[in-house]
């Protein structure tokens, strides 16, 4: 009797645990403390299953996961419970129907904290195949003012993180030289001219006139003057949209072309003498002071610096070595060889009679070099027999052809 009694209670028993909140384990547990350390213990460590508890998963109920009080074979990965379908999905968000098809597991783009702002691992996609997603239902795709074109996404877009760094994978159609590229680069489909582009015809000139890089639009170019809509320089040469006059400029309210005949180089410049700076008006060294404009160079002739203009010699406007008379009047000194030494102005020649009398001993006049009277000095006066020393039809004049004949070393000719 007492046999059957014990039985029976361990069946009441045995039906109060199972219908407990926890299960059987439960009231294992009430009925015997649970060991420290162990899945029923408070302080458990969960890490050492190899799935640690963070952010929202640390928040969740244990019997979320471990129903009935089972442990062991709990599954690890996201899929088991937030798969639609899944015996632990239950109500946990789950993937919708319009995720991106992908095999890849949940963690690779997701954490533990929110499923939002998940960042996808575009590793492992196929070249080619971006459309498959991105096409404005399961991811974004292109917008209704991208460039009309058939290529594929990653012709242009180099990177996975951003849509900005694009890399235009321009066609034969489209290519530099191709004169459409407003098609596109319209301000709309993609980047077009900005506030401060140099004004050009809408109509007539094309990108590619200038633009010569499919690459970068501030690579290559080269302006082409010739479909610029104005043809005052200074709307573009301001220093603005364009390089303008550096604070060295001649001081000057005339019109850039005035001397900028070309415009290729800022360097070839004709320059438009008015008639308060024009050759003889002596004002020259206002401007042609090495700072403004080109000044004297460095082995010039010695000239006075207050009284002598450059106009005094130079007698053209549009060049330094053309039509220049020199006005020996100017020069800061009477020694001719100051000057005339060969480097600064034309000095003796080889043949010259040897002297180092100065110059204007003989050369009297500053016009032309002959017509000099010689000054003999006693050593080669008449009379001393030295005549030919000079006189031999190289250092100075000789006998003439016809001259009567002499011997040549016992002749004098003074004899």
């Not at 244990?62 to 129903?67: A, D, V």
């Not at 005035?258 to 415009?263: E, G, L, M, Q, V």
């Not at 610096?305 to 220049?324: E, M, P, R």
């Amino acid at each position: 009797m007492k046999k059957w009694l014990a039985v029976l209670l361990a069946a009441l028993l045995w039906g109060a645990a199972a219908w407990a909140p926890g299960g059987l384990s439960l009231s294992v547990s009430m009925a015997q403390p649970a060991k420290p350390g162990s899945p029923q213990s408070a302080d458990f460590d969960h890490l050492r299953t190899g799935f640690p508890l963070t952010d929202r998963h640390a928040q969740a109920r244990c019997e979320s996961c471990h129903q009935n009080g089972i442990f062991q074979g709990t599954p690890r990965d996201c899929a088991s419970c937030h798969r639609a379908g899944m015996r632990l999905a239950r109500g946990n968000v789950v993937m919708p129907v319009k995720h991106l098809p992908t095999q890849q597991a949940c963690d690779s783009c997701h954490n533990t904290r929110t499923f939002t702002g998940a960042r996808f691992s575009h590793s492992g996609v196929a070249p080619g195949t971006c459309m498959t997603c991105h096409n404005s239902s399961i991811a974004p795709g292109k917008p209704a003012t991208h460039v009309p074109t058939t290529a594929s996404c990653e012709t242009c877009h180099r990177s996975t993180s951003t849509w900005l760094a694009v890399t235009g994978g321009h066609s034969a159609a489209n290519a530099v030289g191709t004169g459409t590229c407003d098609t596109c680069h319209n301000g709309v489909g993609a980047r077009g001219k900005h506030p401060a582009h140099i004004q050009v015809p809408a109509g007539a000139a094309k990108c590619d006139s200038c633009h010569k890089s499919q690459a970068s639009f501030t690579v290559s170019v080269r302006t082409d003057h010739a479909v610029v809509a104005t043809a005052a320089c200074a709307s573009c040469h301001n220093g603005t949209s364009a390089t303008g006059k550096p604070p060295t400029h001649v001081a000057t309210t005339a019109a850039c072309e005035t001397c900028h005949r070309t415009t290729a180089n800022w360097t070839s410049v004709t320059g438009a003498h008015t008639s308060a700076t024009a050759v003889g008006t002596g004002t020259c060294d206002t401007c042609h002071n090495g700072v403004a404009a080109k000044g004297k160079h460095a082995a010039h002739i010695t000239v006075s610096s207050s009284t002598s203009k450059c106009d005094s010699c130079h007698k053209s406007q549009t060049a330094f070595n053309a039509a220049v008379t020199m006005n020996h009047s100017v020069v800061a000194t009477t020694a001719c060889a100051s000057c005339h030494n060969g480097t600064a102005a034309r000095g003796k020649s080889a043949t010259h009679v040897a002297t180092t009398a100065a110059c204007d001993s003989c050369h009297r006049s500053t016009t032309v070099w002959t017509g000099a009277t010689f000054a003999h000095s006693a050593a080669n006066a008449v009379g001393t027999g030295t005549c030919d020393t000079c006189h031999n039809g190289t250092s100075a004049k000789g006998k003439h052809a016809a001259h009567i004949t002499v011997s040549s070393t016992t002749s004098n000719c003074v004899s």
